[in-house]
């Protein structure tokens, strides 16, 4: 089945421990992206890949960091989670480098205390 | 920079009714426009996009969307609304940028279909 996974679901942390929400994909996507959704503000995004290697920053990159080793995978870092980074974080991927669908993973509830 | 506004946070609209919601976005060069559904505690899925093809594009569920270059506008439409359509919609925009294609998503609208 062509899935986008993200781990964990729900992680509850405090301020400044360092934390990695992970994505993979099976569907042999190019594209992957990370956006957090905020009541009211709608989806965000935070970093692209278009390839492996290949990332740039999206609207709201501050605090974030990613990688991408392989196709399957981009990690989201925060190395120093703060509350304003509480938020439902999404992991998507697409096939036309982000001009076409982008598939949605589950998302992850983050709560920063 | 490219935007994407989307009038009314809600909708309520009767089963059966006409369903409109509004997306106008602005972009510099032709973009890449769609409509998102998200049911509750679900991830996002893609109900219909516009890549230049055609002006009107019919999606999934009955829904269709009309892109119009001079009002910068791509609503949502469906005939008739259904009680399984009660959920947040989404206008996005991708567009290429420095690093490849950006997206750029409206803060959505919640439906609401009453009895």
């Known amino acids: 089945e062509a899935q986008v996974t993200q781990n964990p679901r729900y992680l509850i942390t405090v301020t400044g421990k360092k934390l990695t929400v992970t994505c993979s994909q099976n569907?042999?996507?190019?594209?992957m992206s990370w956006y957090r959704q905020d009541p009211g503000l709608g989806l965000r995004q935070i970093y692209y890949s278009m390839n492996v290697e290949v990332t740039d920053k999206g609207d709201v990159p501050e605090g974030y960091k990613v990688s991408r080793k392989e196709k399957r995978n981009f990690p989201l870092i925060l190395e120093s989670p703060s509350p304003n980074q509480t938020s439902l974080y999404f992991c998507?991927?697409?096939?036309?480098?982000?001009?076409?669908?982008?598939?949605f993973g589950p998302g992850t509830r983050l709560t920063v205390l | 920079a490219q935007s994407v506004t989307q009038l009314g946070s809600h909708v309520s609209v009767s089963e059966g009714a006409l369903v409109l919601l509004r997306c106008n976005y602005s972009?510099?060069?032709?973009?890449?426009l769609f409509w998102y559904v998200q049911y509750p505690n679900q991830g996002l899925q893609l109900l219909l996009k516009?890549?230049?093809?055609?002006?009107l594009v019919k999606g999934i569920n009955g829904f269709e969307a009309e892109f119009k270059k001079s009002e910068t506008s791509f609503h949502l439409t469906k005939p008739s609304a259904h009680m399984s359509d009660a959920a947040e919609y989404f206008c996005?925009?991708?567009?290429?940028?420095?690093?490849?294609?950006?997206?750029?998503f409206g803060a959505g609208t919640r439906l609401f279909v009453k009895a």
């Open positions: 996005a925009v991708s567009e290429r940028d420095t690093g490849g294609f950006k997206t750029i």
């Open positions: 516009y890549t230049s093809a055609a002006t």
């Open positions: 972009s510099s060069v032709p973009p890449y």
């Open positions: 998507a991927t697409g096939l036309s480098g982000g001009a076409g669908e982008q598939f």
């Open positions: 569907m042999n996507h190019e594209y």
